[in-house]
């Protein structure tokens, strides 16, 4: 009797695992809902380790699967031994008063009234603002990383971000360099805090950014037999050697709610420098 119970459980446990199992693969068949944000970073056209370079990054958030709140930071790990700040990018100081971060909206000419040598990189930006009403309006913007004093020993930022269409508003973020953990560098963090005043009226949601650090486009001033000549600076320094697997970078996105996002990028290596002829 015992034995006949034992064969009927040991049944029955056959049977309730083999109604589950394909329940189970079922879920380990079903992909990984897709990263709502998205990170590509690529060296400019005919870039050689050794040489200089642009770095063009770009991100892309899916507001849709986003929270509905404001973003207040983005930070950006690149590889240690890539010359972000030790290039020759930034040869100037833009400096903001405390109060143009604090009010975020600023008028002025381009550039904020910083020098032209100040500039690390341009960029793009488009963001969905989304009133109160649920109306939501796509805003298009250009921006502009420049290079601030050292404070502490570190090299802080500051980012203008130009409103192109339809609402045209003017914007200063600080920023600074920070240490990165390994396998990073150093990291570029911008604190992005809300417009005052539309808090009750709107949330901006960023969908994509781009910026090129080094860009070819940027345009700097010296003195040459008394004379002001303008030239192009080369880009970020690239090291000599690749590392392993290529170069790594990470963003992260801050939300005023306290939610993280991160995404990564990995970069091929470029071309490795000529070998000189004899």
């Known amino acids: 009797m015992r034995r006949r119970l034992a064969v009927a459980a040991l049944a029955a446990l056959v049977v309730v695992a083999a109604a589950a199992c394909p329940a189970a693969a079922a879920r380990a068949r079903r992909p990984a809902p897709p990263n709502p944000v998205t990170l590509t970073a690529s060296f ?12 063009d990054v770009v991100l892309r958030l899916d507001a849709r699967r986003l929270p509905l709140s404001p973003l207040v930071g983005l930070e950006l790990a690149y590889p240690r031994n890539l010359g972000v700040v030790s290039s020759g990018l930034g040869l100037a100081v833009c400096r903001r008063t405390p109060s143009d971060f604090a009010a975020v909206l600023i008028d002025g000419p381009r550039l904020g009234g910083c020098p032209p040598n100040s500039v690390m ?48 508003a003017k914007l200063v973020f600080a ?46 001033y010296e003195r040459r037999h008394g004379r002001r000549v303008a030239y192009r600076p080369g880009g970020i320094a690239l090291p000599s050697r690749c590392p392993a697997g290529g170069f790594r970078f990470r963003a992260r996105v801050a939300f005023e709610d306290g939610t993280r996002r991160y995404a990564s990028a990995r970069t091929r290596c470029p071309l490795a420098p000529p070998v000189p002829a004899r």
């Open 121 to 168: 990189g341009y960029g793009t930006a488009k963001a969905i603002v989304r009133l109160t009403n649920g109306q939501a309006i796509p805003e298009y913007a250009t921006m502009t990383l420049l290079s601030g004093p050292i404070e502490q020993g570190r090299l802080q930022l500051v980012t203008y971000v130009d409103g192109q269409q339809p609402f045209g």
């Open 44 to 55: 400019g056209a005919g870039a050689r380790l050794g040489g200089l370079a642009p770095l």
């Open 175 to 220: 920023g600074s360099v920070r240490d990165a953990a390994a396998p990073f560098g150093g990291a570029l963090a911008v604190r992005m805090p809300v417009i005052p005043g539309i808090e009750d009226l709107a949330v901006i949601s960023l969908v994509r950014l781009r910026v090129t650090i080094g860009s070819r486009a940027i345009v700097y």
